[in-house]
């Protein structure tokens, strides 16, 4: 059985489409383009082509000032008087009603904690003990390496009572089974940008009798997502990539609603007792998404993830994606403009209604050649074993930055200068 790959969202007009065809008309489209006001809340190099948001988001106003607030305003003055009359100790769900409204969930669907790591063990435990007699976990293989690691180990602590099935994507839908209790899979693959059609493979989930758990690390931000529409029972995601929260921002987790009194967590720490300053022996869970915090959130960064969720208000996602689907067709077109430089092939799908906000290009000397862009002011990334990749975040990427990102990398490659291009030793962080 194949999987149906679709995005139900913005049918661009032919007319609409029309990619600019030179440098000028690309400075033509980013004045008239409704998204453009935003990207003066970014505090953006202009020396610097920034397309790895789906990595790292930049930083915005919003968020110097708010952590700036936190610190001095709050915590310098206030001490701990803070959690009460800043509201510190509400600032997870407070977090987690504004992301709500990017992933098709209700306010109080969504709670900002943890790292998305932490979040997939939390809730793919909670689905581990509710499993009944079922022993399947599904998820495809070169899934993001946490979220497999972090399967594999919950499995292994079920001491063989779960296991984990990882598959191929085309065998993905047959390895959906009776025996199986859920489903993890990541909604914009982090290398190829693939996306999954969240309906369809929820709704295979859902035929079987297993709940359905999407990571959105890569969509969040950069497209509209419905997860009430699609009926998925879990998400979780990254705050870093596209909502600019910061460097190690907190996650996010949703639970659909209905089953808040059902799910049980695993890493019961106090922050989610019915009442933690009651401190009793026994642990008794809170009610909604509460049960699901575990211990004293890291609050700047919940300051600076504040501050970045500004740059979504009043956001059209419909309008974000419209962008990105344009961004990433036209830094193809131009890569491949006359046919490809030799050595370098497009690895994301090539219809973009499959692809997320990042585009990867294939070649064997990748990690020079990213290294030479870089040192150009053009920012991406290199994932093993040969792939660039770049990303297009719409609140700031601007139509003539594309063209000179793709122009740059057309260059680097044909040209060779990567060759003699100092930092071809890797470094830590690729
Ligand atoms: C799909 C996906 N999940 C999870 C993560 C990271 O999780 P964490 O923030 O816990 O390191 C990433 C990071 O790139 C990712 O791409």
Redesign the pocket.
């Known amino acids: 059985m194949a999987v149906k790959h679709e995005i139900p969202t913005y049918e661009p007009a032919p007319a609409e489409r029309r990619l600019p065809a030179s440098r000028a008309e690309c400075e033509t489209r980013d004045a008239q383009d409704a998204l453009a006001g935003r990207r003066a809340k970014f505090a953006l190099d202009p020396a610097v082509i920034y397309l790895d948001g789906n990595?790292l988001g930049p930083l915005t106003h919003t968020a110097a000032r708010r952590v700036e607030g936190m610190l001095h305003g709050e915590w310098g003055r206030d001490l701990i008087k803070s959690w009460n009359v800043h509201g510190w100790i509400d600032l997870p769900k407070r977090l987690g009603a504004k992301i709500a409204r990017l992933i098709g969930a209700k306010p109080e669907e969504v709670l900002v904690a943890d790292?998305?790591?932490?979040n997939l063990f939390k809730l793919a435990a909670a689905a581990t003990r509710g499993r009944g007699t079922r022993r399947r976990i599904v998820s495809e293989t070169g899934n993001?390496p946490?979220?497999l690691y972090v399967l594999q180990g919950l499995t292994q602590l079920s001491g063989g009572a779960a296991e984990l099935v990882v598959v191929p994507r085309e065998r993905l839908l047959e390895a959906i089974n009776e025996d199986t209790f859920l489903v993890v899979l990541?909604h914009v693959h982090?290398k190829s940008g693939e996306c999954f059609d969240m309906k369809a493979v929820t709704a295979r989930a859902h035929a079987v009798g297993a709940r359905m758990l999407w990571?959105l690390?890569?969509s969040v931000g950069a497209l509209p997502v419905d997860l009430g529409a699609s009926g998925a029972d879990f998400a979780v995601g990254?705050t870093y990539?596209y909502l600019n929260g910061g460097p190690g921002s907190p996650?996010f987790l949703y639970v659909r609603s209905d089953l808040h009194a059902s799910v049980e967590p695993v890493l019961t720490g106090w922050m989610g007792h019915d009442a933690p300053f009651e401190f009793s022996d026994d642990y008794r869970p809170a009610t909604g998404m509460t049960r699901h915090r575990c211990g004293t959130p890291s609050l700047l960064a919940f300051a600076s993830l504040e501050g970045a969720l500004e740059a979504f208000d009043d956001l059209d996602l419909d309008d974000a994606r419209r962008k990105s689907i344009e961004l990433t067709e036209l830094f193809v077109a131009i890569v491949e403009a006359g046919g490809a430089p030799a050595g370098l092939r497009l690895a994301s799908p090539r219809e973009s209604a499959r692809r997320g906000s990042h585009v990867v290009f294939a070649h064997a000397d990748g990690y020079a050649i990213m290294q030479a862009l870089i040192a150009r002011g053009v920012i991406g990334d290199f994932r093993a074993p040969n792939l660039l990749r770049f990303g297009f975040a719409p609140l700031y990427v601007r139509y003539v930055d594309v063209w000179d990102a793709a122009e740059a990398l057309r260059t680097v490659v044909e040209s060779g200068s990567y060759r003699t291009s100092p930092g071809s030793v890797r470094a830590a962080v690729t």
């Open positions: 990595s790292s998305t790591s932490i993001f946490t979220d990541t982090y990571d690390s890569h990254c990539k996650a």
